[in-house]
């Protein structure tokens, strides 16, 4: 049921997206009414959460099966259930990725609107969307005399445009549930430093999603399913040395270091400090030893020089087994941005790198989109992930195992081998 507004778009933001969507290839390859209503479906399904929360386990702690075991324990507490098969139930396995744990999200919900309204961020009501209470400095707006313990509805402002500290938002927003308040409002707004916790605790979500706020946080470790992916596509052994470029905030960073159950180095470079911060701590929390976090730009971490022996970048060639480049991409999920910006076409092409484009296992995702100049072979190694694909499934009774392969964020993964 889609109750939620198609998401809106700047015009320069909503023509460029429609001319990848309708480029050459893509209107030879399915028509102009067929892609024209793929790009419709991807505005629409832009705008609500998936239909179930992913959860990476840490498998080099514990076994599966143990850990789904925990899980359904703790949320029981969170739901109050007299059962625990009635939680444990839900949480299934992934059939294809052994170290995944899919739980059903149960939503829109009938949830009725209150007259206190607070209105929060829009990338804060999306974490609500997801499971999340609502932290402090993601509140812009609170009724005047709102005080810890009011029970108040929950609003995403959709444009940017509520003025933080306002008592009232008359501008474009979207209902995502009820809550109790924690704070005060002058604890919120009228205070030195900046408000830190949770500023509001949802009772009543829109969507019901657990929370895992302090929930088994070395066992269970929550990430989108084509960033697990990634993880399994580049393959890592123990006792390798892994390169993660673009490595904030260290997910696929910590996966890596797991599925080579930490024996072995891998080397993560990020461009800000606070950021590398955040990998450490995360590789601390999940137990991992073999994470070794700079300060670096990426671009530069190999050096010419096969005599350097610094213990840190840059590193000597041919230092790396296996290298990961997590890069910004376009709509069309084929130009990862290198340094300049290059095309996969480019990249397989360009002679000094002498790099095979290779199938990528497991291939959980769709393959390549026309539009790139790579040839039919060529795209169905890569693997794309586009929700809009696969829309239809998600409002249907199709088992949540196998829609949850296509109900996911955009992403896109190629897997080379060097020559």
Request: with cysteine.
């Amino acid at each position: 049921m889609s109750i939620f507004p198609r998401i809106s778009l700047k015009p320069e933001v909503t023509e460029y997206l429609k001319s990848v969507f309708l480029n050459k290839e893509v209107l030879a390859a399915v028509g102009h009414q067929e892609a024209d209503c793929r790009f419709q479906k991807l505005l629409t399904c832009l705008s609500h959460p998936p239909s179930y929360t992913c959860v990476r386990v840490s498998t080099h702690l514990a076994p599966l099966e143990e850990i789904r075991h925990k899980l359904g324990e703790e949320l029981k507490k969170q739901t109050c259930s007299s059962s625990e098969q009635d939680v444990s139930a839900q949480i299934l396995p992934h059939p294809r990725i052994t170290d995944v744990l899919l739980l059903p999200v149960d939503g829109p919900r009938a949830v009725e609107q209150l007259s206190s309204e607070v209105v929060v961020g829009a990338q804060c009501g999306s974490a609500v969307l997801r499971g999340a209470h609502v932290f402090a400095p993601g509140i812009l707006a609170s009724p005047k005399y709102m005080k810890a313990g009011d029970v108040v509805s929950v609003f995403s402002d959709l444009e940017g445009r509520c003025t933080r500290g306002a008592t009232s938002f008359q501008g474009k927003k979207v209902f995502v549930g009820n809550g109790v308040a924690e704070m005060d409002r002058s604890s919120i707004f009228c205070t030195d430093e900046p408000a830190r916790g949770v500023g509001v605790r949802m009772v009543e979500p829109l969507y019901q999603s657990p929370s895992f706020d302090g929930v088994l946080p070395s066992l269970a470790f929550l990430q989108n399913l084509p960033s697990v992916v990634v993880g399994h596509v580049l393959g890592p052994r123990p006792g390798e040395r892994i390169l993660d470029m673009c490595a904030a905030p260290g997910g696929k960073t910590c996966h890596i270091a797991a599925l080579m159950k930490d024996q072995g180095e891998v080397v993560a470079l990020d461009r800000i400090r606070n950021k590398i911060d955040r990998i450490r701590q995360n590789a601390q929390m999940l137990h991992l030893q073999s994470v070794k976090a700079y300060c670096f730009n990426s671009t530069q971490a190999v050096s010419g020089d096969s005599a350097q022996e610094n213990e840190g970048p840059p590193f000597p060639a041919e230092s790396f087994d296996r290298v990961l480049l997590d890069a910004p991409c376009s709509g069309l999920g084929q130009r990862p941005n290198m340094g300049s910006t290059w095309s996969l076409k480019e990249i397989c092409s360009y002679p000094p790198l002498q790099r095979k484009l290779f199938h990528a296992e497991p291939h959980v995702g769709a393959g390549g989109m026309p539009g790139a100049g790579l040839s039919p072979e060529q795209l169905r190694l890569l693997q794309r992930f586009s929700p809009e694909l696969s829309w239809d499934q998600t409002e249907t009774t199709t088992p949540l195992q196998c829609r949850a392969d296509g109900d996911t964020i955009g992403f896109f993964i190629a897997k080379f081998l060097k020559n």
